[in-house]
């Protein structure tokens, strides 16, 4: 079966940086579009990232642009998310995802396939 397992969060201060990992099993990985998401207690789940298949294409949303960059080792089933000058309003619950999808530009996240278990991201001020 498909497995998303998410790891490198934890708990940072103001500024500093974390870089999340995910690693994918049971999917061929270089045919899914991968995202990263968060949820922030009482909130829904937002868009932070995503990855074509290649990892050629990348977008972001406007909150994190600039800070966060994601990228993808296909030889290694693995999707990164590096976290540079965080925020304490980037503290959430971070999870990954995967689509079965070539184009890019991908959202919504009822459009997702596949979901690791999240990792907690912590930024204190």
């Known amino acids: 079966q498909v497995q998303l397992v998410e790891s490198g969060g934890g708990l940072v201060q103001a500024g500093g940086s974390l870089r999340l990992s995910c690693a994918a099993s049971g999917l061929t990985f270089s045919s899914y579009l991968m995202g990263w998401f968060r949820q922030a207690p009482g909130k829904e789940r937002e868009f932070v990232a995503g990855?074509?298949?290649?990892?050629?294409?990348?977008y972001y949303a406007d909150s994190v642009k600039g800070r966060f960059t994601i990228s993808r080792d296909n030889a290694k089933n693995t999707v990164y998310l590096q976290m540079n000058s965080l925020k304490p309003e980037d503290t959430a619950v971070y999870y990954c995802?995967?689509?079965?999808?070539?184009?890019?530009?991908?959202?919504?996240?009822?459009?997702?396939?596949?979901w690791g278990q999240g990792t907690q991201v912590t930024v204190s001020s």
């Open positions: 990855i074509s298949w290649s990892g050629g294409s990348t």
């Open positions: 995802a995967a689509k079965s999808e070539l184009r890019v530009g991908v959202r919504n996240p009822h459009e997702y396939d596949y």
